[in-house]
């Protein structure tokens, strides 16, 4: 085996886990046997929940995958589920956020969660994807190439999306357009465009901070992609939301629509996300979600230093 996986057994009771027990985590960095492989941070419950499905948290361009891993522990083991945060080395998969760029990161994550399954995880053949800025980017395009395995989509604060549309790929689904010197075997546009419907299907969260509206070196700028999608992170989310549900509507797909939320005060920073209140977000379960919003149009996320309503749509 490339990799080894220990998790404790399934615990009794209707919640998963043991009255009063305090949530537990170990985490520990999961080393890929071999030069092609991929590494992960993960944390382990000492219980498994009646719900074993295993998040899988995508870290941004400065692969912080630690604290992806750390920052979903606590919660996550509450409800006896792991985290599983890989590590895309600037080496192997310098434009992991593509997907499908050199190295295929897609692919790597897929390996990964094989092996994952075969050591003993539960839960990997269909996957909560979670992904934060670069991750964000990430999840949803492995999301586009990979819905089977994808239960449940959460983004965070991405800078830019690939959208539902014909659009050139990388920014929609069309043909991509003729770059000098650069040739592209594979039409990856088309490839999305027929598992689209598919994709639609997947419940989905896409979340930024309110604050988070500069333009800094990571943000892919110009003219093109700014009137496209938005000239901030939080226009380009809530563009990009509109249109995901635009596209389920005109396909017909019966899905609920994706949950936007804004939250309040919080800038381009994991841990401020966090502290808003994501966390809470990714991992409560859509039907939850769902029957809260009914009742509630905001939601008050978090007592901490950005408390206060998130903005959900």
């Not at 997947?202 to 901070?209: C, Q, T």
């Not at 700014?226 to 635009?246: K, S």
């Not at 309040?264 to 029957?291: I, K, N, S």
């Amino acid at each position: 085996m490339k990799y080894e996986v220990t998790i404790g057994r399934a615990a009794s009771g209707a919640g998963g886990m043991a009255a009063g027990s305090p949530a537990r985590a170990r985490v520990e960095l999961v080393e890929a046997a071999g030069p092609t492989g991929l590494s992960a941070w993960v944390a382990l419950p000492e219980r498994r929940g009646p719900d074993p499905t295993p998040l899988i948290a995508v870290h941004g361009i400065k692969r912080g995958a630690r604290a992806q891993a750390a920052g979903f522990a606590a919660r996550a083991s509450a409800a006896g589920r792991p985290v599983v945060a890989p590590l895309f080395d600037t080496a192997r998969w310098p434009l992991y956020q593509q997907a499908v760029r050199r190295g295929r990161a897609d692919l790597a994550l897929a390996t990964l969660l094989d092996d994952l399954g075969l050591a003993g995880l539960p839960g990997t053949g269909r996957i909560d994807l979670f992904g934060y800025s670069a991750g964000a980017q990430f999840a949803h395009r492995f999301a586009m190439m990979h819905p089977q395995r994808v239960r449940r989509l959460s983004l965070a604060a991405a800078g830019w999306y690939t959208f539902p549309d014909d659009a050139p790929f990388p920014y929609g689904l069309g043909a991509r357009r003729t770059v000098a010197g650069r040739s592209d075997s594979v039409d990856w546009g088309a490839l999305m465009a027929a598992r689209l419907a598919e994709f639609l299907a997947i419940p989905k969260l896409v979340a930024v901070g309110g604050a988070d509206t500069l333009s800094d070196e990571t943000l892919r700028r110009g003219a093109e992609i700014d009137r496209h999608q938005g000239a901030n992170r939080v226009a380009r989310a809530r563009t990009y939301a509109a249109a995901l549900e635009d596209a389920a509507a005109a396909r017909g797909i019966a899905t609920p629509p994706p949950r936007l939320t804004i939250l309040p005060g919080v800038t381009h920073d994991f841990t401020e996300c966090l502290a808003g209140g994501l966390a809470t977000l990714v991992l409560t379960p859509p039907d939850a979600v769902r029957a809260r919003s009914s009742t509630n149009t905001a939601t008050t996320l978090t007592n901490g230093p950005f408390a206060g309503p998130a903005e959900t749509i």
